[in-house]
T-cell receptor
Framework: QQQVKQSPQSLIVQKGGISIINCAYENTAFDYFPWYQQFPGKGPALLIAIRPDVSEKKEGRFTISFNKSAKQFSLHIMDSQPGDSATYFCAASRGNKLVFGAGTILRVKS | EAGVAQSPRYKIIEKRQSVAFWCNPISGHATLYWYQQILGQGPKLLIQFQNNGVVDDSQLPKDRFSAERLKGVDSTLKIQPAKLEDSAVYLC???????????FGPGTRLTVT
């Protein structure tokens, strides 16, 4: 059972544009929603995370928007740069058992 | 601070052979995780250790996979015998304690032919 559904599978954005990746979850018991960034040959690294008591969290160019009633959350990357080209994973957890989405391959064209 | 170390980085074996992966977590991290990442999918937790005890191994195929964490530091993950569907990247992660941020190693890419 896929508990975290991520879209799109891949995304191409022009430099300076906004990248948007969406995730939907099923288990209402999830209480922690992180986003991970993974470069080729590297392990995933935590980018930004949110808990369901807030609707938005911003860190630099990265923003998470969270809609508890719709059971959806999204990552917005403002002013996207070629260095942002990577695979992005959303995840959800209850306790510390992370359930990952399938990933989005982002390519930022210069 | 040194990150999570894993070896080997790449391994190619034939089906029915055995293979072992090694992980050295960040110093002082009590919690260690092994994940399987199949191409095109997100990581899936196989097993979680708290010090040298198993906390969760519900998704570990115990008929062929085994893992241990002796002395609560390094860990090894073994597959015996390997199947074609075991081809994946095996990621090790560690955290200071459970519920803290997980730090991932670079992974071991296993190809089973």
């Amino acid at each position: 059972q896929q508990q975290v559904k991520q879209s799109p599978q891949s995304l191409i954005v022009q430099k300076g544009g906004i990248s948007i990746i969406n995730c939907a979850y099923e288990n209402t018991a999830f209480d922690y929603f992180p986003w991970y960034q993974q470069f080729p040959g590297k392990g995933p690294a935590l980018l930004i995370a949110i808990r369901p008591d807030v609707s938005e969290k911003k860190e630099g160019r990265f923003t998470i928007s969270f809609n508890k009633s719709a059971k959806q959350f999204s990552l917005h990357i403002m002013d996207s740069q070629p260095g942002d080209s990577a695979t992005y994973f959303c995840a959800a957890s209850r306790g510390n058992k992370l359930v990952f989405g399938a990933g989005t391959i982002l390519r930022v064209k210069s | 601070e040194a990150g999570v170390a894993q070896s080997p980085r790449y391994k190619i074996i034939e089906k029915r052979q055995s293979v072992a992966f090694w992980c050295n977590p960040i110093s002082g991290h009590a919690t260690l995780y092994w994940y399987q990442q199949i191409l095109g999918q997100g990581p899936k937790l196989l097993i979680q250790f708290q010090n040298n005890g198993v906390v969760d191994d519900s998704q570990l195929p115990k008929d062929r996979f085994s893992a241990e964490r002796l002395k609560g530091v390094d860990s090894t993950l073994k597959i015996q015998p390997a199947k074609l569907e075991d081809s994946a990247v095996y990621l090790c992660a560690s955290s200071l304690e459970a519920y803290y941020e997980q730090y991932f190693g670079p992974g071991t890419r296993l190809t089973v032919t």
